[in-house]
């Protein structure tokens, strides 16, 4: 459902939903090509770089600077994702992120905060600042520790608060966002940029259920076997929840 998958489903079936389209949502999951989106708007995003088995590493880490972080492209919850510290240590962290993706970025590290902002019905909600114990906000932090910290009020001066709240609706508009959906932003000392590690639209599986794991195409099949046709069946108008289906439609760990 994250990257478009389920919407088209429903709208091949034309079915009603709630939440973002097809487009929106499969921008919203790729890292890399929200990023080009983003910029070609005028929108900040860190610098970053493409990674392949070829790549030239410590150039890579020259023109980025370290630490710096690796990513799968088209992931969520921080899966594969790798902070570097050193430059010895980035053809490793691309061949962690390529088991899960082709398409793997390397990402300049901003250090002031991160935040995230959650909209809805074209309002951005208070601001939250995230704050881990861990080394960065990684599957551990966000599924198993008690010692995650999530600040609201998120302790930035009001009118800092609005500039983000501002830039977190722009860039869900850019993306053809509607609805409900959640951006994240780093900041620093000079400025914000829209995270890329985290931007996708809202992770419907992240706040739906505890302990599971993303929609994939066997809960999409699992959709369209058991869920949709009991939709069908229902009074005509009835409207789909994506978030209400991806606690239907995910698993949990064993």
């Not at 995650?148 to 609706?169: D, M, N, S, V, W």
């Not at 794991?213 to 066997?218: D, E, H, Q």
Request: charged share 20%; glycine share 10%.
């Amino acid at each position: 459902g994250e990257d478009g998958t389920l919407q088209g489903a429903l709208e091949l079936l034309g079915l009603p939903y709630t939440g973002s389209g097809v487009l929106a949502s499969a921008l919203g999951m790729d890292k890399w090509r929200s990023k080009l989106v983003w910029q070609a708007a005028g929108l900040p995003v860190p610098d970053c770089a493409l990674l392949d088995a070829g790549t030239d590493f410590a150039a890579v880490a020259t023109r980025l600077g370290l630490p710096l972080f690796v990513k799968p492209a088209s992931e969520g919850s921080s899966i594969g994702v790798s902070k570097v510290k050193n430059a010895a240590e980035l053809r490793a962290a691309y061949e962690t992120a390529a088991r899960y993706d082709r398409l793997v970025l390397a990402e300049r590290y901003i250090g002031g905060g991160e935040y995230t902002v959650p909209l809805l019905a074209g309002q951005a909600l208070p601001v939250i600042r995230i704050v881990p114990a861990t080394e960065f906000y990684d599957y551990e932090a966000k599924y198993f520790r008690d010692d995650t910290r999530y600040l609201c009020p998120c302790g930035l001066a009001p009118a800092k608060e609005a500039e983000l709240q501002a830039l977190a609706l722009r860039a869900f508009a850019v993306l053809g966002g509607r609805g409900w959906g959640r951006i994240d932003i780093l900041h620093n000392n000079v400025g914000v940029s829209i995270a890329g590690g985290d931007a996708e639209l809202l992770d419907i599986t992240e706040k739906a259920l505890d302990r599971c794991v993303a929609i994939n195409l066997k809960s999409c099949i699992f959709a369209a076997k058991h869920v949709i046709p009991i939709m069908r069946r229902q009074k005509s108008g009835a409207i789909i929840n994506i978030s209400s289906m991806a606690a239907i439609t995910t698993y949990p760990y064993v």
